[in-house]
């Protein structure tokens, strides 16, 4: 079977493109009123990449990361997985409970929980965004949250797409404080099948 | 030339001494060393699913155990290796994420782990080290001068097998 994913037109590309963007923007804001700093995003990457490339996209499969892993329910199932590498984690953690920067060297239960309710947030905030878009009712499961190498963690998401074919649709946007350097990862991974429905939702299916 | 052979996520290489083979962040996954340790010959396999006939996309054979498997025994075979004296050590098959209602695909890595023993009794190769399960990733070296499967982690040390 063809992977569908590797069909997809430039106009379709730019439509996942803004969904990235609007989606992004949303959890940005929601991100920078929680911890009450600027904070920078990148325009999102579209890519369309082999299984064993994503890990390269944080730093490699070795690099030590936070993950926060919730999956999307409704019409266009997808994986929602917000990575950031494992200081960055700390960092957010001392300044979501007013801590000094450097507090935080390992993670405790409630600052594992304050780092699922931002991935909560953040993917509430994104999904607002694509629902509104699509007009598609779209719902976060409860987030689940590892600490673990990036490979590790990226194979849960990855193996779903394993499945169907060899390659990942990767919506991704880079988020940065604008001073403290907390930097993190925001990947939108849509399941097989659920990117056909997103597409056909905005109009731009084939 | 000793060499260090990387391993990706749905790939499997072979080699000799003195290169080793390496495969770096296993979550759910599992690592399958495979060596004969007379003519030092070894492969290793990261395989990311059970099996190649319940998936819609089975164009890639190293991702699945039972397609990865079989190849890489040719290979090692075609490369002078017995069959007779290849022995296996897998490690991976982890379950990264908790979560209440664990659904299927959530819980791959044991099915991964299991399908890997079972394969490997129907291939005849004895297992003669298993550090599969748990939450946590693993980062694997076949050394091919001595068989030795170093497993890496995080958390929970470095482990000889």
New interface residues.
Partial sequence: ?S?EILNLSLIQLDALKEIGNVGAGNSATALSQLINRKIDMTVPQIAIMP??DV?DVVG???A?VV?V?LRVYGPAPSSILFLLPRESAFSLVDMLMGREQGYTTSLDSMDESALMEIGNILAGAYLNALSHFTKLTLLP??P?????????????V???L?????HALVIETEFATENDGVKGHFFLIPD?GSLNTILAAIGVKE | MSELIKV????YKTGRFPSSLIS??????VGIALYDGVTKIGGLSHI??PDST????A??PA?FANTALPIMLDEMIKMGALRSRITAKIAGG?Q?????NATD??R?GQRNAEAVRLLLKKMDIKIIADDTGG?????VELKLDTGIYLVRT?DKGEKEL
Avoid: H, W
């Fill in positions: 079977m992977e299984l064993g890990p490699g499969p070795e030590m993950g892993f499961s409860i689940a949250l590892a600490m673990d190498m990036a490979g590790a963690i990226l194979n849960v990855l193996v779903q394993g499945e169907m074919g060899d097989p | 990706g996520m749905a790939d770096y962040g296993l979550g759910s996954c990311m699913l319940q998936a819609r996309s164009d890639n991702k982890a990264m994420f908790t979560f209440a695909i959530m791959v939450n946590y990733g693993r980062t995080i």
